[in-house]
């Protein structure tokens, strides 16, 4: 590619551009609206993307940190960050994907694949996006940062801040964000406020003190978050040799990441390197589906709901980027589903019977893929990804809790303890067990209960 023409801010979803420069510090455009990156891409020879592709490749073996990035490789899609120098990088991205048999069986497909995000260095797709962003915070001068959080995008900014030397300030909802995250975001030096109030309040909070000046905020309503996002996008069709998928599934809750995805697709098509965009299904946890109802109705619009789900990653009821999801979900005609407590539970242990494992956000994309093959909607022989967006280890207490089988819905806190409201786990919990330490009784109880599949 010869060298980008230079990028800039304009606000989303208006065909007036009004343009921002990168370096001025600002959220949202003057009449209120959302700021998007654009990069201008142009469409390139089929020799220059030959040629790209064979640098992505190329630079998966160098030695430099920043080609080693699973986000930076695809620098070439990053000009809001040349000529990337001083890169805060942890060598994030780089996750695998695998194929999914239990899954599979499960919600009706031949295959199913997942991309799991939760292998990042602070085990969520954060990573992606919080590698730019923090780089950006500090080509701008940023001392502090801040963002609200359900717990993943807290833990991920206190690393990176930690990484680049910044100050970080975590507002999470109090007694609603589960002890993996949490721990996280104390042991990287956060100064960690929790609000009284969910998420939904902290994020408003956050706006205001940011507002003021002097902390640089970095939910994802920071333009420069979705950029990183987008790579998730592009190293996935990178490990697919660029063949593009009939499908990719992701949960959907402040609705940053499967915006990125949108504008990742809208990007390769535009330069030339595909000719086709995959459909974008989104799923919601029912008690958090402000775009799920948004989409399904006539008029469109954002109505927020008060969140309820034990899936605490995406227990939002007033998503910052719901137009940006819009979008995504339009442009590549795709599809908004939502799925029950039971339904996401459910979903979550197959994904560990592949020896997997994910957060409960995550599982809402498994979840989904079988009501969607029910509905008709997804056929058994398409190639579908879905996106396992955090690691099994960041709500150990939800695991814990389905295979005792006291999971409860509205559990006051995190963890279960008690509530009214029970999942039906089934017959899919897996219970432990307490016996005494006698070897005979240990066998016989072995051999009454433990059969080899293999
Ligand atoms: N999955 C996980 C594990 C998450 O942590 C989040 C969001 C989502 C899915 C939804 O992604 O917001 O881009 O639609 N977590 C944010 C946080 C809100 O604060 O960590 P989204």
Redesign the pocket.
Known sequence: MDKPEKAYLKSFGTEQVVKYPLDQIRYRSDDGRLLEVVNPMRKLSEDNVADLKQLFDMRQFSRNPVDRSGVWRFREFLSAFAPYDNIITMREGNTPIYTMPVCAAYSGMKELFVKHQGFNPTG?F?DNGMTTAVTMAKKLGARMVACA??????ASMAAYAARSRMKSIVFIPEGQIAYGKLSQALDYGSLTIQISGD?DKAMQVVQDVCKRGRIYLLN?INPFRIEGQKTIMIEMLHQLDWKVPDWVVV????????SSFGKAFAELKACGFITKVPRIAIIQAEGANPLYSGFASKERVLKPVSAQTRAT??K?GN?VSFDKALYAVDSTEGLVEQVSETEIAIAKSRIGADGIGS?P??ATTVAGVKKLVEKGFMHSREKIICIL??HLLKDPDYTVDFHKDELYADAKRTSSVSGGSKIDTGDYSNKPVQLPADVDKLLDYIDEHAHSSI
Not at 149 to 154: D, K, L, V
Not at 251 to 258: A, D, I, R
């Open positions: 969520s954060k959080s359900t717990g993943n995008t807290s998420f994802s949960p959907g809750g402040n609705l940053g990441n499967s990653a995406i939002i998503p957060e956000a995550s967006t955090g």
